[in-house]
């Protein structure tokens, strides 16, 4: 058995694939498609993070793949159509990093709404912001908002009820009177109801052409005013330039990026200066303990999906 793993891997899951079959392991072949191909054309499982595009010339290369490992949740870097049609079977590795995205969605709220993390810089000069920094706001008692309600969406419902905030979540994907709701004392809203009344509003929906510039200016600004935009899920689901306009302008009080319609981002200068910004290299579902999870549940996927 021949496996190909094109990103970063943890290196006991890699031992354990190696243990059973023939691996090719580069964290950095996503960047060679020549190499890329040549070591597909003879493989029967490719594991691959976001940046492998697995359709067009890649796919149709996997002459004997029979499964595709996902380390990783989304699947829009994948051409589930045509691996169906080719017979390879897709393993995403759902809910390993679940809990790694929730405490960054956590993390990232408490520090826009506060606002005063970032005087390191001032404070060690000599500076004194107090009366500019005294007027951040608490957690507790704060709405937040999940567009998607999936096992991410859930976990961060529960971290954020815990720290007191209310919780509301629209799914167009799940009925109003579905359980899980009432289990976790979350309100299932509309979509209008949710965006016009949360002070923190979190993605967790995949990026579809229906939800393709999902957040657009029209949906920023219909956010109420001081809220705040945590993007987790996909870049293609927010108009960045929005959300610049909207910081700069007060609008939105904060936003937390995450992902970005192209990766890496490139020069951005309408992000620059932006009061209250965080942006981070789709590092959200990546810590120690998640990297460990993510490789060890996909690399037994594989084998066992290879038998």
């Not at 799940?174 to 004392?185: S, Y």
């Not at 942006?279 to 120690?288: I, K, N, R, S, V």
Request: net charge negative; proline share 5%; with cysteine.
């Amino acid at each position: 058995m021949k496996v190909v793993v094109t990103e970063f891997m943890d290196a006991p899951a890699v031992d354990r694939l190696m243990s059973n079959a023939e691996v090719t392991y580069d964290p950095q072949l996503a960047n060679d498609l020549p190499r890329m191909l040549e070591l597909a054309a003879d493989c029967d499982a490719l594991i691959v993070r976001n940046r492998t595009q697995v359709r067009g010339e890649l796919l149709a290369s996997l002459k004997r793949c029979k499964v595709v490992g996902r380390l990783g949740v989304g699947l829009d870097n994948i051409d589930l159509d045509g691996c169906k049609a080719q017979g390879i079977q897709v393993f995403p590795a759902t809910g390993a990093n679940a809990n790694s995205v929730a405490e960054y969605v956590v993390a990232t709220a408490l520090i826009l709404l506060r606002g005063s993390y970032t005087s390191t810089g001032a404070v060690a000069a000599g500076e004194w912001p107090r009366d500019a920094l005294s007027k951040g706001r608490e957690i507790a008692g704060k709405t937040l908002g999940l567009l998607g309600f999936g096992s991410i969406g859930q976990l961060t419902a529960r971290l954020a009820k815990a720290l007191g905030m209310s919780v509301m979540a629209f799914d167009p994907g799940m009925a109003h009177d579905d359980p899980v709701f009432a289990k976790l004392g979350v309100a299932a809203s509309d979509l209008d109801s949710l965006i016009k009344e949360s002070d923190v509003i979190s993605l967790h929906m995949p990026l579809l052409e229906s939800t393709r510039d999902f957040c657009d200016e029209r949906r920023i600004n219909a956010m109420k005013p001081g809220a705040v935009l945590i993007n987790t899920a996909r870049g293609g689901i927010v108009d960045e330039i929005a959300v610049a306009a909207a910081l700069r302008s007060g609008h939105l009080a904060g936003a937390a990026l995450d992902v970005f319609k192209e990766e890496p981002l490139p020069d951005a200068p309408h992000f620059r200066g932006c009061p209250n910004l965080i942006l981070t290299p789709h590092t959200a579902g990546l810590t120690l303990e998640s990297n460990q999870r993510v490789s060890s549940l996909v690399a037994e996927k594989v084998l066992e999906a290879l038998g």
